[in-house]
């Protein structure tokens, strides 16, 4: 399967992520992952990133986008992956697009973990406090938040518009939160499976929408 996870920072997204990969024998892949894995060997990319995001900017999208596409070519990649923090920005998207269009491949279902943003900001305190980050107060925690639906919303409404976006409740205990995603997998394999009987187009092209159009610590 070829899957992306949506979810806010605190949604357990990395957890669940992780999760539903090993189900199904694919990578997870984080960017955040791959970039604190080359700031902590201390790579030229490292350096770069680490320099960006002292400096409170966000990585460029053709810095994201390349390491994205490389990890995408790597063998483990071949049989489905699973993105998790990627795309973050419609130009990512539509990179991404492009990335699956040349390989013949295609997405097969976006998973979006919703949560209550008041029980996430104070699962997000509890955790700053006992990281001792003093830093990570309420107001900053609520800006995240917003953040991230400012940047999650136009990537959701093009998900939803092409039918790959499951919301799925985050809410709960880890287990019943990857049951309720493992439901949501089986209705896209099943939809998949009803929209390849009455010919589905093409790996790698995305059929017409049907009518009218949701640093990287961010577990």
């Excluded at 070829?2 to 357990?12: F, H, N």
């Excluded at 795309?87 to 295609?106: F, I, S």
């Excluded at 029980?119 to 800006?143: F, I, K, P, Y």
């Amino acid at each position: 399967m070829r899957l992306i996870m949506l979810g806010p920072p605190g949604a357990g997204k990395g957890t669940q992520a992780a999760r539903v990969a090993d189900t199904h024998g694919i990578p997870a892949i984080s960017t955040g992952d791959i970039f604190r894995a080359n700031i902590k060997d201390e790579t030229p990319l490292g350096r770069q990133v680490k320099e960006i995001t002292a400096a409170g900017g966000y990585v460029p999208d053709e810095i994201t986008n390349a390491i994205v596409k490389d990890r995408l070519a790597q063998s483990d990649a071949a049989v489905g992956f699973l993105l998790d923090g990627y795309p973050r920005t419609t130009g990512q998207l539509d990179a991404l697009d492009e990335m699956l269009g040349d390989a013949g491949r295609r997405l097969d279902a976006v998973i979006e973990l919703t949560v209550d943003t008041d029980e996430v900001v104070q699962r997000l305190l509890a955790r700053a406090q006992e990281q001792g980050r003093v830093d990570d107060t309420e107001d900053v925690m609520r800006a995240r938040m917003r953040i991230y639906a400012e940047e999650t919303a136009p990537l959701a409404a093009v998900y939803r518009e092409r039918g790959l976006l499951h919301e799925v409740d985050g809410m709960g205990s880890v287990e019943e939160v990857t049951t309720r995603i493992e439901e949501a997998l089986s209705a896209a394999v099943q939809a998949r499976s009803t929209e390849g009987k009455v010919g589905r187009p093409a790996e790698g092209h995305v059929a017409p929408p049907a009518g009218p159009v949701d640093g990287h610590d961010d577990r």
